[in-house]
C-alpha cells in the first residue's frame, strides 16, 4: 500500500514527461521545416550568362529559361540540364576529296556554331554532340561539291585562289541545310585551314610544281632581257643622234670660226702686201724644208738669197 501512494505521488514525473513531448514536436517541426527548406533550396537554380536551363519532366523538355538569374523546378520530377549559348569552334575531322581535273585532296576545316533555338536542337539532334555530327556532314558534302568544281590550282594556287569566297559559300550552304531540317543551330563561319594532297602524290606534285616556277621564272628572265635590250638600243640611238647633232653645230661655229679667221687674214694682209708675201714664203718652207729636204736653187734667186741670209 505504501509503494503504491508512492508512484502516484510523484508530481516532479508527471512534469518531466510533459515537457518531453512538447519540446519533441518542436524538433519535429524544426526537422521538417528544415527538410521542406532544403528541397526548396537544392529545387533552385541560377540561369547565368552565356547559357539556357532545359527543364525536363520525365524525359520530355517542358521549359528552357533563358533570361539569366533565379529560376525553380518541381521536386522529385523535374531535372535541369545546361546547354551552352555563346558561339564554340567545332574542328572537322580531315576529308578526301576529288578536284574537277581528277586530283584527290585533303581538306581540314573548321566551323565556329551556336545553338539559337535549344528545343529543335533537342528535339532533332539530341546533344551537342549529335548538332556537330550533323554539321560534320554538311561541311563535307558541301565542300565535296564546290572544291569539285574548281581545278588543283585554282585551290591551292594563292594567285588563283577564291578560297575566301569558297569559306563564305560553304557557311551560306551549311546553314540553308541546318535550317532546312530544323536544328536550330546555326554556323556563323567556316574556314579551310589546311589543304594537303594525300602522300602518294606529294612527290609528283611538288616536281610538277616546281617545273611550273622554273618556267616562270623563265620567262621573267627572257622578259627583262627583252626590254634591257630594248632600252639598250633605245639609249644608243639617242647617243647617235645627240653626237650627229652635236657634230653638225661643231661644223657650223668651225666653218663660221675659219671664214672669220680668212676675213680677218685677208684684211690684216691687204694692208702689208710685202708683209703678206714673206708669210707665205715663211709658210712654205714649213712645208718644204726638213732634215731631209734638198733644193736646187740658182744662188741669185729670191729664195736662195732668203735662205742664204739676204734680205737687200
Aim: proline fraction near 3%; aromatic fraction near 10%.
Amino acid at each position: 500500500m505504501s509503494d503504491e501512494k508512492i508512484l502516484n505521488f510523484n508530481p516532479k514525473g508527471r512534469g518531466s514527461d510533459f515537457n518531453w513531448r512538447k519540446y519533441s514536436k518542436l524538433g519535429i517541426l524544426l526537422v521538417i521545416i528544415i527538410v521542406v527548406a532544403v528541397i526548396i533550396f537544392v529545387n533552385l537554380f541560377i540561369v547565368r550568362e552565356g547559357e539556357y536551363k532545359v527543364v525536363r519532366q520525365f524525359g520530355e523538355v517542358v521549359r528552357i529559361d533563358y533570361t539569366p538569374g533565379l529560376s525553380y523546378k518541381i521536386p522529385f520530377i523535374q531535372s535541369v540540364t545546361t546547354l551552352p549559348k555563346y558561339q564554340m569552334k567545332y574542328d572537322v575531322s580531315e576529308a578526301e576529296i576529288n578536284t574537277k581535273d581528277k586530283k584527290r585532296m585533303i581538306i581540314d576545316n573548321y566551323a565556329i556554331w551556336k545553338i539559337e533555338d535549344p528545343k529543335a536542337m533537342i528535339a532533332n539532334a539530341r546533344t551537342i554532340e549529335g548538332a556537330e555530327a550533323k554539321i560534320r556532314d554538311f561541311i563535307y558534302s558541301v565542300t565535296r561539291t564546290l572544291l569539285g568544281q574548281l581545278n588543283y590550282d585554282e585551290i591551292i594556287n594563292d594567285e588563283k585562289s577564291s578560297r575566301g569566297s569558297l569559306n563564305d559559300q560553304i557557311t551560306d550552304r551549311v546553314n540553308e541545310l541546318l535550317e532546312q531540317d530544323n536544328y536550330g543551330v546555326v554556323v556563323t563561319d567556316v574556314r579551310i585551314k589546311r589543304t594537303d594532297l594525300p602522300t602518294e602524290n606529294e612527290a609528283s606534285v611538288y616536281t610538277r610544281m616546281i617545273s611550273e616556277r622554273h618556267s616562270t621564272a623563265q620567262e621573267y628572265l627572257s622578259q627583262g632581257d627583252a626590254q634591257k635590250n630594248k632600252m639598250i638600243a633605245e639609249t644608243d640611238r639617242e647617243v647617235k643622234e645627240l653626237l650627229a647633232k652635236a657634230e653638225a653645230e661643231a661644223e657650223i661655229i668651225r666653218a663660221e670660226g675659219e671664214a672669220g679667221a680668212a676675213k680677218v687674214y685677208n684684211d690684216s694682209f691687204s694692208k702689208d702686201p710685202e708683209f703678206y708675201s714673206l708669210y707665205r714664203t715663211l709658210e712654205s718652207y714649213k712645208k718644204t724644208i726638213n732634215g731631209e729636204t734638198v733644193i736646187i736653187l740658182p744662188s741669185d734667186s729670191p729664195y736662195a738669197r732668203l735662205l742664204m741670209g739676204y734680205t737687200e
